[in-house]
């Protein structure tokens, strides 16, 4: 083809959500427990972090960072600071019933625990929100071209099955706002280790058209993904909304040329 249409929409069911404090983010229903995808809207920063600048190391001032992120828990109704990781790019999982009280490394983590909000950040890589309803154990999965190539989400899905008694077929996936394939121009390094991991349908994350260069559909790869570890097609949720497309509601690293903020992606377990 020679036109991309760019993936500036999201997709149904999810939905954009603004809170009395300003905040607006977006929400996927179906999911079926406390959670959202931030936008930019409804923070303090200012200049290329404007204005719901979740990130501590992406150069913004602090203690504004802290007040979005307490604006952010609030919109949610989430208390407390919401329990992250120092993401690495690749396929670790951590399992948490409480707070940390160490840094956490990794690109996934998951609980159980009732009122432990969970979270990771994002600013263009795929962010994923996990939930079995029947144990009501949750997950947040930080998916970039290297975190899915060692299937992050997998290895998410599969610590809450061997240790929160989950259930593929009973497990939610919310894919959020991330690069789209209209935008994720690659090497053909990147399009190389997509091939040779071989999950079922992973073609489909490889884009080639009338462009020069491949491009990456994060999304149809996560979602492939997380098929074939067993979740229900009618239970995964892709919003299709390009981060590097919509400048008025999400952060993105490529098109701002990395001076930029973050998103959070953020999920909670409620008492059943």
Not at 175 to 186: D, H, L, Q, T, Y
Not at 218 to 233: H, I, M, S, T, Y
């Amino acid at each position: 083809m020679d036109q991309v249409t760019p993936l500036v929409m999201m997709n149904e069911p999810f939905r954009l959500e603004t809170a009395p404090n300003g905040v607006t983010w977006l929400a996927c229903p179906p999911l079926g427990t406390p959670h959202g995808f931030s936008t930019r809207r409804g923070g303090e920063s200012e200049g290329p972090f404007a204005a719901l600048n979740l990130g501590v190391s992406a150069g913004d001032d602090e203690a504004t960072v802290r007040r979005n992120r307490a604006a952010w828990a609030t919109a949610l109704g989430m208390t407390g600071p919401i329990q992250g990781m120092h993401q690495i790019h690749g396929g670790d999982v951590q399992a948490v019933a409480q707070r940390a009280q160490e840094t956490l490394y990794g690109d996934a983590i998951v609980s159980a625990t009732p009122g432990l909000p969970i979270g990771i950040y994002t600013a263009d890589c795929t962010p994923i929100l996990l939930h079995d309803p029947g144990t009501g154990a949750v997950g947040a999965v930080h998916a970039g071209w290297r975190g899915t190539v060692a299937r992050v989400v997998m290895n998410a899905a599969q610590r809450m099955v061997d240790e929160l008694g989950g259930d593929p077929a009973r497990l939610r996936a919310a894919i959020g706002p991330a690069i789209g394939p209209c935008c994720f121009e690659v090497g053909e390094e990147v399009a190389a280790a997509i091939a040779a991991q071989g999950w079922p349908g992973w073609e489909r994350a490889i884009v080639r058209d009338a462009r020069p260069k491949p491009h990456v559909d994060l999304f149809a790869a996560n979602r492939d993904q997380l098929l074939a570890f067993g979740l229900r097609a009618e239970n995964v949720f892709v919003s299709h909304a390009c981060t590097s497309c919509d400048a008025d509601h999400y952060f993105s690293w490529r098109r701002d040329q990395g001076r930029t903020g973050r998103m959070q992606a953020a999920i909670m377990a409620v008492a059943r």
